[in-house]
């Protein structure tokens, strides 16, 4: 079946660094979304990718859709204690809206 | 902001016993879905639903699993016969339209035992 592959697996960084995640599949998907899970929560949307190459940003968070289809990367600059959590990719390709998620990046901000 | 509820937040149960996982999605939503979450791992698809029947199931969902959408704002989830290994996460997600961003619950953890 379908897979992601996303790394790194964790991260431990200082704050005000910037971080850099990616998600890769064998599969094409017309759709990448990166998700934020907080302990004790679902996930929350930060970023949709709606279409090959497209560069999005939300505040301090970008993140790509790559041309093949096939990855897509995340981006948090300056990084604050708060953004401390899970960082899930997400692909979606069929049209049930079926999302198939990475592996997840724990992220770990030192203050 | 409309937001996606679950309840239980946490539910205990007996091996062999059936739960019920109940979700209230976005009101104006078409699309619902539930996916679980082992403690430590991925979160994984099990279900999706459209205009009152399933349209897609992992091979997860087996005849153990049903799900139904009884009245106008309730979806759920139901495990006839729990196992050990259906302690988890699950999530309820929905959207209005299939390739639109899903809005999660934040989830009831299953507990067997």
């Known amino acids: 079946g379908q897979q992601l592959n996303q790394s790194p697996q964790s991260m431990f960084i200082q704050e005000g660094e910037d971080v850099s995640m990616n998600c890769t599949s064998s599969s094409i998907f017309n759709t990448w979304l990166w998700y934020k899970q907080d302990p004790g929560e679902g996930p929350v949307l930060l970023i949709a990718l709606y279409k090959a190459g497209e560069l999005t940003s939300n505040g301090r968070l970008t993140a790509q859709f790559g041309i093949t289809r096939k990855d897509s990367f995340l981006n948090i600059s300056a990084s604050i204690p708060s953004d401390v959590g899970i960082y899930f990719c997400?692909?979606?390709?069929?049209?049930?809206?079926?999302?198939?998620f990475g592996q997840g990046t724990t992220l770990q901000v030192k203050p | 902001e409309p937001e996606v509820t679950q309840t239980p937040s946490h539910q205990v149960t007996q091996m062999g016993q059936e739960v019920i996982l109940r979700c209230v999605p976005i009101s104006n939503h078409l699309y619902f879905y539930w996916y679980r979450q082992i403690l430590g791992q991925k979160v994984e698809f099990l279900v999706s639903f459209y205009n009152n029947e399933i349209s897609e199931k992992s091979e997860i969902f087996d005849d153990q699993f049903s799900v139904e959408r009884p009245d106008g704002s309730n979806f759920t989830l139901k495990i006839r016969s729990t196992k050990l290994e259906d302690s988890a996460m699950y999530f309820c997600a929905s959207t209005l339209l299939w390739n639109q961003p899903q809005h999660f619950g934040d989830g009831t953890r299953l507990s067997i035992l």
């Open positions: 997400a692909g979606q390709s069929s049209n049930t809206g079926k999302l198939i």
